[in-house]
């Protein structure tokens, strides 16, 4: 019986060393530092397979060990005590595991692949409808996103719109996989960063994480353009059906319960294919992903409202003001859809039962450190 580190044959949590230059060596020493601390201080991090086998937990008995979630086959079966330590958890590794360090990373490739990343989206957009009319959607987002990154991509936009109709749909063969390389550098860092949050080493091939990476970004860009065009035609549907004024009211309202819903599931895709482990079942990501969807609403509304009401980034950097708000926007976001993954990590963390796909499995044999280990206690 193993009282403490790593399950047999398991990886050492480590993060991403990924084959590209999005993962920091300065990060790798600190996650890698953090790992061998926990170890150290206390030798219950890690529980291992032997204790889940026989029923013994070192952190107290039986009736302790349910009153605390141990048994807890999704999150919807874990008790109070049991979030209370899941979060008091998520808020210790959220501190070590430098959060905002690491979403700033993010936000800097992210900030460079926003624009091949707009490029691919009205190649593919002007292949179907008019791509100016993306241009005018973006002032939906208008009540959610500050001003400065909306004005930034409707100016881009607005430029690549402009390009003769022959030339968008030439760009879908050429120019916009030229875009979509260049934006998933944005998705690797994120893929990177997830894999921190769940104490996971990238174990994929270049290959491989090529293409996982690639795949999102391309799913990314197309479910934009499908939400654009789906805002295209709901005017038109307003005005040929015969729907009254409550109803267009309605239909006004529903965009932000949407706008949630698709976070939410984006999110959880994210949480659950990125960390380069065995995928977990759809309830142990469905939490992160409903805590990232409603703080990202509110927290993209409050900025925006402090942009436009209390601070002076135009005043204070000139010409670069919505660079400026555009980036700390983008980090808000990571570091926000960062904050999910280590909630949905330390849920995981929480319980004894296998929250992986497939036949059950004990501990140490899951693929997948967080359902390999149990997480320390208060």
């Known amino acids: 019986m193993q009282t403490g580190g790593m399950p047999q044959g398991h990886a050492a949590r480590l993060p991403f060393p990924a084959p590209e230059p999005a993962a920091a060596l300065p990060v790798m020493r600190r996650v890698q530092e953090r790992r061998q601390r926990m170890t150290a201080e206390d030798g219950r991090t890690g529980t291992l397979r032997g204790q889940a086998e026989s029923g013994l937990d070192p952190d107290g008995a039986p009736a302790e060990h349910e009153a605390r979630g141990r048994h807890a086959r999704g999150p919807d079966e874990m008790p109070m005590r049991g979030w209370k330590d899941v979060l008091w958890r998520t808020v210790r590794q959220v501190i070590e595991d430098r959060v905002e360090a690491v979403a700033a990373g993010v936000a800097f490739y992210t900030l460079l692949a926003i624009f091949p990343g707009i490029t691919a989206l009205i190649s593919i957009y002007g292949l179907f409808a008019d791509p100016a009319a993306v241009v005018e959607h973006m002032t939906l987002l208008g009540d959610v996103l500050p001003a400065g990154p909306v004005q ?140 990232a969807a409603v703080v990202w609403l509110i927290a993209s509304m409050a900025f925006s409202w402090y942009v436009a009401n209390l601070a002076g980034y135009d005043r204070m950097y000139g010409p670069l003001g919505a660079v400026v708000v555009f980036m700390t926007w983008i980090w808000i976001s990571v570091m926000i859809v960062l904050v999910g993954a280590e909630l949905n990590a330390e849920l995981e963390h929480q319980t004894a039962c296998d929250s992986t796909e497939g036949q059950p499995k004990p501990m140490g044999h899951r693929g997948a450190y967080v359902a390999d280990t149990l997480g320390k206690l208060p």
């Open 152 to 291: 930034l991509m409707s100016e881009q936009m607005l430029r690549v719109s402009r390009q003769p109709q022959g030339q968008l749909g030439f760009g879908a063969l050429f120019s916009l996989a030229i875009a979509l390389w260049s934006a998933n550098q944005g998705m690797k860092a994120m893929f990177d960063a997830l894999d921190v949050a769940y104490g996971e080493r990238q174990s994929r091939s270049f290959v491989v994480f090529t293409a996982v990476t690639l795949g999102f970004t391309l799913a990314a860009i197309l479910s934009t353009a499908l939400v654009l065009a789906a805002l295209a035609l709901l005017p038109v549907a307003l005005d040929v059906l015969p729907l009254g004024t409550s109803a267009e009211q309605l239909l006004d309202i529903g965009r932000w319960p949407l706008l949630v819903l698709i976070v939410v599931l984006g999110t959880s895709v994210l949480y659950r294919y990125a960390p380069s482990r065995r995928t977990a079942h759809w309830r142990w990501v469905t939490p992160g992903g409903c805590l």
